[in-house]
């Protein structure tokens, strides 16, 4: 039997299904000819979990995903009343033309009404003959307004736009998913400059969680969609660079008249570098050093790090040969910047 409900998103059936009939959308000519990409396979559940307007409707036939309806509510200024905006409307190929759609349409109105809101909207192409004609019988029509129809006009954002993140300070629970998030970014984004062999040896002792800024409160986690995509934090503390297993840690107490902040670990994942992570956690991790009275900070970059701290006006002041295990070395940069006051 047919039932159309809300969609439960933090369901994983639920969630499967939506990306499935999504996916089974984009991949019909009508909706682009392409499946989704994997990033927003991966992405497009626990964004519209948090999104503060989605209504996400499924149209399930024996407990299987046969339709889906994106929904958003809006406003409109005019009728100083909310309104639903239908952004993706998807029956799978198989079950077309036995009433789904409509089924879909009629649940979103019922929402509307529910809600207040003054109209139900959407975009269709003009190509879309088949959804054209039962949107017509839903009862929508060309939105005109002063005797003129109006067009819908998009402005493609580069590359889509940088998805929405957030920054929280670490806990120690987070230590086992950071290790792995700081392996991925100096595998993936270490290439460039280290071979594969002073990637590993780094990884671990001269790359690695400092705990100690973990349990001050420094260390900050970025996530998107639920998930940590960056890691980056600062001290107070002497250790200039370093894991836990990293030899000669200093955990004595800098003094912020005389002595600088330490900017330490920051690393990316590589599907999210050039965002603007890394610039986020360095405006953080300086603001909250300057509020401590410091008035300078320090780091040991690496060759990728030292591209962002540049461009963050960090001034190198000497090239360092790192030993690492197994007789091998790695080139740092140590780098200054005087904090704004
Ligand atoms: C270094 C690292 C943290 C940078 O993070 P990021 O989020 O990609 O950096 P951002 O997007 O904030 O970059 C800010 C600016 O820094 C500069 N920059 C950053 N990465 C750059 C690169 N690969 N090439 C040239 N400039 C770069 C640019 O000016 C950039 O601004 P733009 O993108 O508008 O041109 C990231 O590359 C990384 O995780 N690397 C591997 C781990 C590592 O070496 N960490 C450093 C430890 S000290």
Redesign the pocket.
């Known amino acids: 039997m047919l039932e159309v409900v809300e969609a439960d998103l933090d369901d994983a059936g639920h969630a499967a299904a939506v990306v499935t009939v999504l996916d089974s959308y984009a991949s019909d000519p009508i909706g682009g000819g392409e499946p989704l990409a994997a990033d927003v396979r991966r992405r497009l559940v626990p964004e519209l979990r948090t999104h503060p307007t989605a209504l996400v409707l499924l149209a399930l036939d024996g407990g299987e995903a046969v339709g889906l309806a994106v929904c958003f509510y809006g406003f409109s200024t005019f009728a100083a009343r909310p309104l639903l905006n239908v952004h993706d409307l998807a029956v799978v190929p198989a079950r077309r033309g036995q009433g789904i759609g409509r089924a879909l349409l009629q649940a979103a109105e019922a929402r509307a009404r529910a809600r207040g809101c003054c109209k139900l909207t959407l975009e269709v192409q003009d190509s879309n003959q088949r959804a054209r004609l039962l949107y017509e019988r839903f009862g929508f029509a060309d939105f005109v307004l002063a005797g003129s129809a109006t067009r819908f006009l998009t402005k493609p954002l580069e590359d889509g736009g940088t998805p929405p993140f957030s920054m929280r300070v670490a806990t120690l629970a987070d230590v086992p998913v950071l290790e792995a998030l ?1 392996a991925a ?2 595998r ?3 290439r ?2 280290y071979s594969e062999a002073q990637i590993e040896a780094a990884l671990g002792t001269a ?1 690695g969680v400092d705990s100690e800024l973990i349990r001050d409160g420094t260390y900050f986690v970025v996530e998107a969609g639920g998930e940590p995509v ?1 890691c ?1 934090g600062w001290s107070a503390r002497h250790t200039l ?1 370093g894991g836990d297993r990293q030899p000669g840690r200093e955990s004595r107490l800098l003094d912020p008249a005389r002595e600088a902040a330490r ?8 599907d ?11 405006a953080r991790c300086e603001s909250e050093a300057a509020a401590r009275g410091f008035r300078a900070a320090e ?14 006006g960090y001034v190198a002041r000497e090239r360092v040969r790192h030993p690492l295990a197994g007789g091998l070395e790695i080139e ?1 940069v140590a780098m200054r910047k005087e904090l704004q006051r």
């Open positions: 700081i970014s100096a993936g984004l270490g460039a400059d790359w960056a980056g660079f900017v330490r670990a920051f690393f990316v994942r590589p999210w570098a050039r965002r603007g992570l890394g610039r986020a956690l360095l780091l040991m970059a690496t060759l990728p790090g030292e591209r962002l701290y540049a461009a963050g740092f």
